[in-house]
Nanobody, 117 residues
């Protein structure tokens, strides 16, 4: 069982930066994928970026070159550095832990990111 706690987020101006952090508490399989999803008002939740425990990363096309995901396996943390923010990045951002071997998916409660133009 895992519990995800996010921090960071808030308000930024277009062109600015924010950093999101997430800590996974509990006991879970070490081979996993941690990532960030987001959901804007009236839209479906979408993948922003993910990083596997082995280091492979995946980014949405809309954030490539602007966002960087990183993780610390020893601390069970995943961070998302968001640069060159755009108003369309405004959304609730959710931390995710996916354990494919057991088919388990865990979510944080979400943190709001608002980018003003």
């Amino acid at each position: 069982q895992a519990r995800l706690v996010e921090s960071g987020g808030g308000l930024a101006q277009a062109g600015g930066s924010l950093r999101l952090s997430c800590v996974a508490f509990g006991s879970f399989y070490s081979s996993n994928v941690m990532g960030w999803f987001r959901q804007a008002p009236g839209k479906q939740r979408e993948l922003v970026a993910a990083v596997a425990s082995g280091g492979n990363t995946n980014y949405a096309d809309s954030v490539k070159g602007r966002f960087t995901i990183s993780r610390d396996n020893a601390k069970n943390t995943v961070d998302l550095q968001m640069n060159s923010l755009k108003p369309e990045d405004t959304a609730v951002y959710y931390c995710n832990l996916f354990i494919e071997y057991y088919g388990l998916n865990y979510w944080g409660k979400g943190t709001l990111v608002t980018v003003s133009s």
